[in-house]
């Protein structure tokens, strides 16, 4: 049986913002009847979008080549199988894989992971329960080695990385500084997900404005920095960092829309790397890929009893995803954002 899959392919790198001006609309013929053994096609429910997505984009390689023009653009994705030649997936069930912005895809059984929706809504394998949580919570366990009564500073704290860190932070008995862009977003980190202490970015965009306010909210200095945005914020950290603080670097997304070929120079810090030993560390999501059984086995109970909590921001229609992926750099989420197909 032929199916008519509609798909976003990438056609031209952006400079600044990308936009659905640096996308086309393709339609495809997929036919049903060419699984091959340990094969199964999958329906899209959810599809998801990611800041990374704009490193990527680069034309400078990063933690891989820069994406290529003219094929599908890469993503995670929750769907349904509805046709099987596997035996270890069957038709019916719900399966998380990284098959692109497209409406159908054949994939092979050990690239789609099985979901068990007893847990939780399937979308959570794109959140809470995936790619991002896998960040937030590696980053702090094993790169971050958080311990109990550590000062742990989050930077883009309402997304769905840094709603994630806090949350563990706090699991583990920290101090929880978190940042972020609205009223809206702080009073969510305070009143729904227990943060100590909130920054609004925007109204401290100096250096000297956020090095106060961040001394304000943790007055014996900084453990753990875990970092979604860069800039500013982050030159204003290392004022303040601790002995043998830990400095994760997850995400630079005030970089991310002028800064990816010509980054922006801030103020010189390896001094203060020096006199306190600290360490700073690139973390990737991917690195852990092979533990995404140990993260679910801690956090799922976690999810499931309503100790974690999450938010997810969804829109509605496939013919939204690029404006979607653009409205993550307007800071139009909160939580995941997810495409609904």
């Known amino acids: 049986m032929l199916i008519e899959n509609k798909q976003w392919i990438y056609s031209e790198r952006p400079t600044g913002r990308i936009g659905i001006e640096h996308y086309k ?196 200095g900084i453990d753990i920095y875990y970092d979604n945005v860069g800039g500013v914020i982050t030159d204003a950290v290392f004022n303040l960092i601790n002995h043998k603080a830990r400095i994760l670097i997850c995400g630079q997304i005030s970089q991310y829309d002028h800064g990816l070929e010509t980054p922006e120079l801030g103020p010189r810090f390896l001094h203060k790397m020096l006199y306190t030993r600290a360490t700073i560390q690139g973390i990737l999501s991917r690195d852990y890929n092979h533990r995404m059984d140990e993260m679910i086995e801690e956090m799922g109970p976690w999810v499931k009893a309503g100790k974690l909590k999450y938010k997810e921001t969804v829109v509605e229609g496939f013919e939204n995803l690029p404006t979607a992926l653009s409205g993550l750099f307007e800071g139009v989420n909160t939580g995941k954002l997810v495409v609904k197909v």
């Open 25 to 220: 609309l393709n339609v495809e013929n997929l036919d049903s009847a060419s699984l091959k053994p340990g094969e199964v096609l999958v329906k899209a429910k959810y599809i998801s979008v990611d800041p990374y997505m704009r490193i990527q984009q680069s034309s400078h390689n990063n933690w891989e080549k820069p994406h290529q023009l003219g094929v599908v653009q890469g993503a995670g994705m929750v769907g349904e199988v509805i046709e099987s030649e596997s035996k270890k997936i069957k038709k019916g069930d719900f399966v998380n894989c990284y098959t692109g912005w497209q409406e159908y895809a054949i994939v092979p059984e050990e690239e789609a992971r099985l979901l068990d929706p007893e847990i939780a809504p399937i979308s959570t394998s794109l959140g809470i329960l995936g790619m991002p949580a896998r960040v937030a919570y590696f980053g702090l366990i094993d790169a971050g080695k958080i311990k109990k009564e550590d000062t742990v500073v989050v930077s883009g704290a309402a997304g769905a990385v840094g709603s994630t860190v806090v949350q563990i932070a706090k699991i583990k008995g920290c101090r929880v500084v978190g940042i972020t862009g609205t009223q809206e977003k702080m009073d969510y980190l305070v009143n729904e997900l227990d943060v100590d202490a909130v920054i609004n970015y925007k109204e401290n965009r100096s250096l000297e404005e956020m090095t106060a306010a961040l001394n304000k909210a943790a007055p014996y």
